[in-house]
């Protein structure tokens, strides 16, 4: 019996090193010896959850800039600390008749991804509205380490309190008239202007926002040249004056006017929730959208503490559901829009491997994109069901962190980061394709 059971072992320890090399040979083909990666530092780890060991590791406890990898540590964050829908608004009636109101940084408010508003009509039944400020806030409109002069891209609007049509300014044309919605901001002589050009260069080819304010403003051309579907630029945030931005939009939004509350909301105050929870994470995985990682943030920190502090909940998190990471990461941001963050992959894999072991498998594959889709959708196109990951993408620096569901029945968890590649981004996501692949066929 006992030497039966030490062939097994050993015929197990066997396989185990023999697979342990094909990866390893399988990553220097793809990757490590691929002279598109020749510049790059690069990170990659394969672990087996039901091995509790990893299958390859090179350069697994390095640290890396994860880019919108880092929306892994925000999902869990919303995945464990709000409720299943998503608080979109605090409220009371006082005395004096007025309702109290007080924002919960809910990015789904007169968001274009949502039709249905129930805090929109919350708020059109009520009698005379009061905005209730909370002075223990402590956030800023853009976060640490973004690129300044990204200021005006779709892709990174400010964070605030109270987010409103996505906190963008969306330019459209019908029939050769220009549209902005919301139209509060068309009252510039700038954007008026555009209509009076003459036809065939009435259209703008792109539409800016100078830094400090919003005096927004088209750069006419031809009329091909302007995105079917629009362009949307974000507004700043900051006002000049006692009256948040927000406050205007809203009262412009409702056609009614809203008072500023020297009062802060009262704990006994009611809760309007806006959308499922997981409708907003599907959006915000599946297009990796920055905007509605860096709420998250402020709306689980609003939840847990009473005010909005990123870093507060950052740091928190930190000492108590991420104390466990192997390496301890430097994380600033919701989204990952700053080169400040520093993750390793064996990081990435522990908390994709807790993630696992906390929530359903049918609920992380209905957030997480796989083959085809979302920021997936010109990879893998072949293997949707056998990859769910979170792709993550900065100039020169790119990551993917998921799982892998092998033809062979095995689940394993990867992260795979390469940082200061000079190749084309396309290369190097058909280098870790050709890699990932190779597991999912063979393992």
């Given at each position: 019996?006992?030497?039966?059971?030490?062939?097994?072992?050993?015929?197990?320890?066997?396989?185990?090193?023999?697979?342990?090399?094909?990866?390893?040979?399988?990553?220097?083909?793809?990757?490590?010896?691929?002279?598109?990666?020749?510049?790059?530092?690069?990170?990659?780890?394969?672990?087996?959850?039901?091995?509790a060991s990893y299958l390859f590791d090179h350069q697994g406890d390095k640290f890396f800039v994860p880019a919108s990898n880092t929306k892994l540590l925000t999902c869990y964050a919303v995945m464990k600390y709000l409720s299943d829908s998503l608080p979109g608004m605090r409220y009371e009636r006082q005395g004096d008749g007025k309702v109290r109101i007080s924002p919960t940084a809910d990015p789904t408010f007169l968001h274009p991804d949502f039709a249905k508003q129930p805090v929109l009509e919350l708020l059109k039944q009520l009698p005379a509205m009061a905005y209730a400020p909370n002075p223990q806030n402590r956030f800023q409109p853009l976060g640490r380490g973004w690129a300044w002069d990204d200021y005006e891209a779709d892709y990174m609007p400010e964070r605030s309190a109270m987010p409103v049509y996505g906190n963008t300014v969306s330019f459209y044309y019908r029939n050769d008239s220009l549209g902005v919605s919301p139209h509060f901001f068309y009252d510039s002589s700038n954007l008026s202007a555009i209509n009076k050009t003459a036809p065939a260069q009435r259209k703008a080819t792109r539409f800016s926002r100078k830094e400090t304010n919003n005096a927004f403003y088209?750069?006419?051309?031809?009329?091909?040249?302007?995105?079917?579907?629009?362009?949307?630029?974000?507004?700043t945030t900051k006002t000049d004056n006692d009256i948040p931005l927000f406050i205007k939009l809203l009262a412009d939004t409702l056609h009614t006017a809203i008072a500023v509350s020297e009062e802060t909301i009262s704990p006994a105050a009611k809760t309007v929730y806006s959308q499922p929870t997981d409708s907003m994470l599907a959006i915000m995985m599946h297009r990796s959208d920055n905007f509605f990682a860096e709420q998250s943030l402020l709306m689980v920190s609003n939840e847990q503490f009473g005010f909005m502090s990123d870093t507060k909940l950052i740091d928190t998190l930190l000492k108590s559901d991420y104390k466990?990471?192997?390496?301890?990461?430097?994380?600033?941001?919701?989204?990952?829009?700053?080169?400040?963050?520093?993750?390793?992959?064996?990081?990435?894999?522990w908390l994709l491997t807790k993630m696992k072991n906390e929530f359903p498998w049918k609920r992380i594959t209905a957030i997480l994109?796989?083959?085809?889709?979302?920021?997936?959708?010109?990879?893998?196109?072949?293997?949707?069901?056998?990859?769910?990951?979170?792709?993550?993408?900065?100039?020169?620096?790119?990551?993917?962190?998921?799982?892998l569901l092998t033809k062979k029945g095995r689940t394993l968890v990867f992260s795979v980061m390469v940082n200061a590649a000079m190749a084309p981004a396309a290369a190097i996501r058909k280098g870790i394709e050709k890699f990932l692949t190779g597991i999912v066929d063979n393992y």
């Open positions: 019996m006992r030497n039966t059971a030490g062939i097994c072992l050993l015929l197990l320890l066997l396989s185990s090193c023999s697979s342990s090399r094909k990866l390893s040979a399988a990553a220097d083909s793809a990757i490590l010896s691929n002279t598109d990666f020749a510049s790059a530092h690069i990170g990659i780890s394969v672990y087996d959850p039901a091995k088209g750069i006419a051309g031809k009329a091909a040249d302007f995105p079917a579907a629009g362009e949307a630029v974000p507004f466990d990471m192997p390496q301890k990461p430097k994380w600033v941001d919701g989204s990952g829009l700053s080169r400040y963050n520093l993750v390793s992959p064996q990081d990435f894999v994109p796989t083959g085809g889709t979302g920021t997936l959708a010109s990879y893998y196109k072949n293997y949707a069901g056998y990859i769910y990951a979170k792709t993550g993408s900065l100039s020169n620096h790119l990551a993917l962190s998921g799982y």
